[in-house]
């Protein structure tokens, strides 16, 4: 049974940063593409970054590139997402999750497993 457990959400003021964390576990983690997706409240899920199976290759959306950076580490099972200089807008709840194939990808319909989802709230 595959799971994704995210932890490393909170509440922070503009500008701060948070490095959130995805604990996978019941699938070959290192086989897969891994993404982060994010969801405010009555707002569609909106992806933020991915990850290639061995981290060489990343995707970011433009609202986040130069702030964000994803990571992983395959030894842990454990996949990261930096955030920097974070702003009101990020505010959401923050999802990771496995993709089907090998390289980055940023439609929802390509992800199988996705975690319950971290908080994060950016006071102004």
């Known amino acids: 049974q595959v799971q994704l457990v995210e932890s490393g959400g909170g509440l922070v003021q503009a500008g701060d940063s948070l490095r959130l964390s995805c604990a996978a576990s019941g699938h070959t983690f290192s086989n897969y593409a891994m993404g982060w997706f994010r969801q405010a409240p009555g707002k569609e899920r909106e992806f933020v970054a991915a990850?290639?199976?061995?981290?060489?290759?990343?995707y970011y959306t433009d609202s986040v590139k130069g702030r964000f950076t994803i990571s992983r580490d395959n030894a842990r099972n454990t996949l990261y997402l930096q955030m920097n200089s974070l702003k009101p807008e990020d505010t959401a709840v923050y999802l990771c999750a496995t993709a089907d194939t090998n390289v980055p990808v940023a439609q929802t319909t390509r992800y199988n497993y996705w975690g319950q989802g971290t908080q994060v709230t950016v006071s102004s």
């Open positions: 990850i290639s199976q061995r981290g060489g290759i990343t």
